[in-house]
């Protein structure tokens, strides 16, 4: 359940040694050679995935579209194909065909003790609108492959990230499933990305992404 970047390390570094030992005259350049590749954005990542790749997908009603976002099915599906894909291909984005994932991943990581510098390729994501039921309801998706994320170890141990993963029941290692409260984690992380990139899409299909950022990300006191 660790993310086990330490984890790895501790075990070339094992290696290399047993490889010195062997080969004297062998020159130990650097313990990492950067394929891994930690703390970037990069192809090999984005396609092999590393830590836990998940998917995490929903169908919005209809109504639920028109009540909640103000818009429409046909709005969101053309609004997400210019923006998050066409735009983000234009731009040569690596990874990043989506509204705001780093916003979400980067909130979820520091709350639950995780390396915020891992958000770089953690936030590798694509976002997929399109229309389902006869073009009346709203089928969206997220594909994140490389969300890197553990619940032992590291920040995990600060008292209030440890609250954080006592509140959803992932905190430390499970003893009776190894590995399942990180990969519940990382569920967690992309659930929130799908919420977070709802929300950022409506409001921009809506003209309203303005408006909320000064009513709730403004604040005026007398001076």
């Not at 109504?63 to 066409?86: G, I, Y």
């Not at 590291?154 to 190894?178: E, F, I, R, V």
Request: charged share 15%; with cysteine.
């Amino acid at each position: 359940d660790a993310m086990g970047m330490n984890m790895a390390t501790k075990g070339v570094d094992k290696v290399l040694k047993d490889l010195k030992g062997v080969f004297p005259d062998m020159d130990i350049v650097s313990i990492s050679g950067n394929y891994c590749a930690d703390k970037k954005a990069t192809a090999v990542n984005w396609i092999q995935g590393r830590g836990k790749s998940v998917v995490c997908e929903a169908v919005i009603k209809e109504e639920v579209v028109a009540q909640v976002f103000k818009t429409t099915v046909a709005c969101l599906v053309e609004l997400n194909t210019l923006k998050n894909l066409t735009g983000s291909a234009i731009a040569g984005s690596l990874g990043g065909f989506n509204a705001h994932a780093s916003n979400i991943v980067t909130a979820v990581f520091i709350a639950t003790g995780q390396d915020p510098a891992q958000n770089v390729e953690s936030s590798q994501c694509i976002t997929l609108i399109e229309a389902v039921n006869g073009g009346r309801d709203l089928h969206v998706s997220v594909t994140m492959p490389c969300i890197e994320v553990g619940t032992t170890g590291g920040g995990t141990k600060l008292a209030s990230q440890a609250a954080c993963l006592t509140l959803l029941g992932l905190k430390g290692p499970n003893q009776a499933s190894p590995g399942a409260n990180a990969q519940g984690l990382a569920r967690v992380v992309a659930g929130a990305v799908l919420a977070g990139e709802l929300s950022l899409i409506g409001a921009q299909a809506k003209g309203e992404l303005l408006k909320s950022h000064m009513k709730y990300n403004r604040y005026s006191r007398d001076t």
